[in-house]
Structures are given as structure tokens and as C-alpha cells.
């Protein structure tokens, strides 16, 4: 998705530009897998202070082969938006349903992933739709499509929603309004933390992750959330290669024991999980 890729960019380089100074974080280390996690009922997210969501969209292979491990090696339960149309998720579904079985959310990322063509209007070669050929009636058509292939491959009735390119409008008219018999939340792509009680559940916001976003802005800006206790949700596509927007896997590794050293403190869960608990407060 090259068109997009512009435009992600210049999100990210604007929140480094917000967040980074010179200040050096030094790393956790993660040296104690049978370390006893404290909850702490007095803090805001299910115990703990603040709350990590890691989210990784377009069913990619890297994320049943890099990312899967990772997070097992960690104990973390992570949200992945596919969409079903896909030829790569389709030829790895079984994989994709183990991966659902161990507690993992499979969230909805539409049939074909439709995003606007203005990006990048002389380029059909990315093979996605454009949706701006959409009506509010068609692109929800496929939500409930896809919603209910994810049904059958994991069970779940409650689900989240990424919008593909963080695209919301259907011509003029913002779709999120017609979302909540599908779904518990949508994912946007707005730059942003959330609050307990300050947020938009079908547009949550949510920090996109390149290769030019350094392991130091990410534990800056997970230190940040902490001191604040807010929600924070990072969006991953390529971890490894798998994806023109990437992150290097060992740098993500290492971002996962970063997390894992402050887990006393952050709540890291599916998305579903944080909004079913976010619902219930
Ligand atoms: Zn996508």
C-alpha cells in the first residue's frame, strides 16, 4: 500500500517530533519469567496504571512466524486485523485459527481492504479497491462478510474493527456511526492516546510503527503513558520484511521486553479485552 505510506510516515515523524529529546531511557531487562505480577485494584486498567494494546494488520506471514513467538515467549495477547480476502491469510487459515485459539483477537480489517485511490491515482498495482466506488451500504455488506468468516473460524461474537487506511468517510458521510451492531470499537489511525473516560470508541486512536520509529520514542512514549494512565495502541504491519511499512524484528523483540519489565505497571492485552473492560467501568 505505497500510497499510504506518505502519509503514515508523516504521522510518525511528527510524533517523534513531539516526544523525542535527548534524554536516554535505559532498557528493562526481562530476566525472571516466574516474577509474580502485582495488581494493584486502586490503579486505572484492570489494576495496572496504563494500558498497552499491540496491533497488527493485513494477516501478513511475519506475523504468524515472527510475531507469534514473540509474544508467546512473553505471555502477551495481541489483536491482528486481517482482511479475508487475502490470498496470504487465506493459504495460512488453520495458522490463523491456532493463533485465535491461544487467545489472541482476530479483528476485522474488511474482505478486500478497500482505501482511497487518491494516493496514488495512476497505480492499480496494489490491487486494492478503491472506496471511494463504496457505498455506506457495500462497505458494510463486507464488514458483515468478514465478520462472519471470523466467526467461523474462532467463535468469538464480539469483535474490533480497524478501518483499512484509516479511511472513515464513505464520500462525505463518516461511517463510524453505523458500526456498533458489528462491532465493540474501531481502530482509527489518529496519532493519540485514550483516557478512561475521554475517548470515542469507534475511533480510537493509535500510533503507527515504521522503521524509522526507534526503539527510544517507543519506550519514551510508553514511559509517558504510565505517568499519564491512558491507553495506548501501536500499530505494526511488517515485523521482520513482510511489509513496505516495517519494523526490524529484533528491535521489536526488544520492545517486548521493554514491556514485559514494566508489566507490574501496564495492562497488555487484546483490544477487545480493553473495550469489553473499558464498557464495564
Ligand atoms: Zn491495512
Same mark, same amino acid.
Given at each position: 500500500m505505497r500510497f499510504s505510506l506518505l502519509i503514515f510516515e508523516t504521522i510518525v515523524i511528527m510524533f517523534l517530533m513531539f516526544f523525542y529529546t535527548a534524554e536516554v531511557v535505559s532498557l528493562g531487562t526481562n530476566n525472571d519469567s516466574c516474577e509474580i505480577v502485582e495488581n494493584h485494584p486502586e490503579f486505572t486498567w484492570n489494576g495496572k496504571k496504563a494500558a498497552v494494546v499491540l496491533t497488527y494488520d493485513d494477516g501478513l506471514n511475519d506475523h504468524l512466524d515472527n510475531v507469534l513467538p514473540a509474544l508467546e515467549k512473553m505471555g502477551f495477547k495481541a489483536t491482528f486485523y486481517v482482511f479475508t480476502g487475502s490470498e496470504a491469510f487465506q493459504r495460512r487459515i488453520k495458522d490463523w485459527q491456532r493463533l485465535a485459539l491461544k487467545g489472541h483477537e482476530i479483528g476485522n480489517h474488511s474482505v478486500y481492504h478497500p482505501c482511497p485511490d487518491?494516493?496514488?491515482? @495512476? @497505480?492499480?498495482?496494489?490491487g486494492l479497491p478503491d472506496i471511494n466506488q463504496y457505498s455506506v451500504e457495500t462497505i458494510m455488506m463486507e464488514l458483515c462478510l468478514a465478520n462472519e468468516t471470523l466467526k467461523e473460524l474462532d467463535g468469538q461474537e464480539e469483535r474490533t474493527y480497524a478501518y483499512p487506511c484509516g479511511q472513515k468517510y464513505i464520500g462525505d458521510t463518516l461511517y463510524s456511526g453505523f458500526l456498533s451492531d458489528d462491532f465493540i470499537a474501531a481502530r482509527g489511525i489518529t496519532a493519540q492516546s485514550e483516557g478512561i473516560d475521554d475517548h470515542d470508541l469507534y475511533d480510537l486512536g493509535a500510533f503507527m510503527i515504521n522503521s524509522r520509529a526507534s526503539l527510544e520514542m517507543l519506550i519514551k512514549l510508553t514511559n509517558r503513558i504510565i505517568d499519564r494512565e491512558r491507553l495506548v495502541i501501536f500499530v505494526f504491519h511488517g515485523v521482520g520484511g513482510g511489509h513496505e511499512i516495517n519494523m526490524d524484528v529484533d528491535q521489536h523483540y526488544q520492545f517486548l521486553q521493554y514491556l514485559k519489565s514494566r508489566e507490574d505497571e501496564l495492562w497488555i492485552t487484546t483490544l477487545r479485552d480493553v473495550v469489553k473492560y473499558m464498557k464495564s467501568e
Open positions: 487518491m494516493y496514488s491515482p @495512476d @497505480d492499480e498495482s496494489d
